[in-house]
């Protein structure tokens, strides 16, 4: 246990639904990295929130949404969603900035049929 | 920009030492990662290295970054079956964030 909690752990829905994907950090860490995996993209950074405000910015769809709460648990938005958005997303946290790694959670695995 | 390439497979024998290689494109990387991941589980980290070292030696696994060439590897001493698994670099550069190769599968045979 990486200490860093996703649900849910699988999740199938349908093309044109919105999904909720959550993430509780590591006790202590004020960061939290979202990213998606998937086989022909790899593991491609999405967004960054620490401490409630966000970050930094990757190649984060206009459908996607995230945001971190007073607790620091965070929050991934997916709307609208179509096939190639089937993927592993990860959760992942640090202490700060986040220079000696991130601590990664299990995953979330989304299938959209 | 941003770029990391790593072979896309390995395969060893039981026993021996594992290579693994990384190439990355940032010269103003500051710190490199390696990442574990086994099926079904996130990634787990295995190491770091800042990119003033040349070596950097844990138990059995060996980092070495040539600066110059922008070339990091992981060594692996007497590769043991669990040590199968998806091995990731990763490269920070500016903006703090990780960029990942696409990994490579690493099996070991008995």
């Known amino acids: 246990d990486s200490g860093v909690t996703q649900t849910p752990k699988h999740l199938i829905t349908a093309t044109g639904q919105r999904v909720t994907l959550r993430c509780s950090p590591r006790?202590?860490?004020?960061?939290v990295y979202w990213y998606q995996q998937s086989l022909d993209q790899g593991l491609q950074f999405l967004i960054q929130?620490?401490?409630?405000?966000?970050?930094a910015k990757g190649n984060i769809l206009e459908r996607f949404s995230a945001q971190q709460f007073p607790d620091l648990h965070s929050e991934l938005n997916l709307s609208s969603l179509e096939l190639g958005d089937s993927a592993l997303y990860f959760c992942?946290?640090?202490?700060?900035?986040?220079?000696?790694?991130?601590?990664f959670g299990s995953g979330t695995r989304l299938t959209v049929v | 920009g941003e770029d990391v390439e790593q072979s896309l497979f390995l395969s060893v024998r039981e026993g021996d030492s594992s290579v693994i290689n990384c190439t990355y494109t940032?010269?103003?990387?500051?710190?490199l990662y390696w990442y574990k991941q086994e099926p079904g589980a996130g990634l787990q980290l295995l190491t770091y290295?800042?990119?003033?070292?040349d070596m950097k030696q844990d138990q059995r696994l060996t980092v070495l970054l040539n600066k110059k060439d922008k070339h990091l590897s992981l060594r692996i001493a007497d590769t043991q079956t669990g040590d199968s698994a998806i091995y990731f670099c990763a490269e920070r550069a500016a903006g703090n964030k990780l960029t990942f190769g696409g990994g490579t599968r690493v099996l070991v045979k008995p």
């Open positions: 992942a946290s640090s202490a700060d900035r986040g220079l000696y790694g991130y601590t």
């Open positions: 290295i800042f990119s003033n070292m």
């Open positions: 006790s202590g860490d004020l960061s």
């Open positions: 940032d010269s103003s990387s500051t710190y």
């Open positions: 929130y620490y401490n409630g405000e966000e970050r």
